[in-house]
T-cell receptor, first 116, second 111 residues
């Protein structure tokens, strides 16, 4: 089975530009998570969705960040306008409904974002 | 955000040595997870623990869920070069989907 797919794998942009990160979760998974990883702060949960509905966006840094999940197989994380401090690796993860003890999160390969 | 206290932050060992790392928390978790992250990749689940006191093995890896439900450890026996990477613990509360992550332990193996 294909795992979580993220694109692009690397993104270099200039400050002020709009950035869109994309994620395709594992088919059949009901939950989708967006994380940010930096050396200083480690892995931080930004937002997660259940059945395409945002459940908790308390980790979204500020209004420049927005996330959508228009259908069960696709989600985007958008930063507009981007700033150098947004440079990080952004991970998408998905998990099935928690009905068994083996349900947990599976991570994508990440998008390394550099904002110049 | 809230993080688990994971230690050590880094380890430099010789190939063949055993490795031990742990995570502690001030609050209870119902599930403990251990992930490994290779350079340029996302974290990959190694072991999941669901019951206090549970001891689970996965090849050369052994992890335990502390009796108090506030800690967990991961041991790697007879380390090999491919064990190099960053190991993360994560805790999950009952009924919650959110994971709380430790800061990671960076494992380096000297040839």
């Amino acid at each position: 089975d294909a795992g979580v797919i993220q694109s692009p794998r690397h993104e270099v942009t200039e400050m002020g530009q709009e950035v869109t990160l994309r994620c395709k979760p594992i088919s059949g998974h009901d939950y989708l998570f967006w994380y940010r990883q930096t050396m200083m702060r480690g892995l931080e949960l930004l937002i997660y969705f259940n059945n395409n509905v945002p459940i908790d966006d308390s980790g979204m840094p500020e209004d420049r960040f927005s996330a959508k999940m228009p259908n069960a197989s696709f989600s985007t994380l958008k930063i507009q306008p981007s700033e150098p401090r947004d440079s990080a690796v952004y991970f998408c993860a998905s998990s099935p409904e928690g009905k068994s003890s083996t349900d947990t999160q599976y991570f994508g390969p990440g998008t390394r974002l550099t904002v110049l | 955000g809230q993080q688990l206290n994971q230690s050590p932050q880094s380890m430099f060992i010789q190939e063949g040595e055993d490795v031990s790392m742990n995570c502690t928390s001030s609050s209870i978790f119902n599930t403990w997870l251990w992930y490994k992250q290779d350079p340029g990749e996302g974290p990959v689940l190694l072991i999941a623990l669901y019951k206090a006191g549970e001891l689970t093995s996965n090849g050369r890896l052994t992890a335990q869920f502390g009796i108090t439900r506030k800690d967990s450890f991961l041991n790697i026996s007879a380390s090999i070069p491919s064990d190099v990477g960053i190991y993360f613990c994560a805790g999950q509360r009952q009924g919650a989907q959110k994971l709380v992550f430790g800061q990671g332990t960076r494992l380096t193996i000297n040839p």
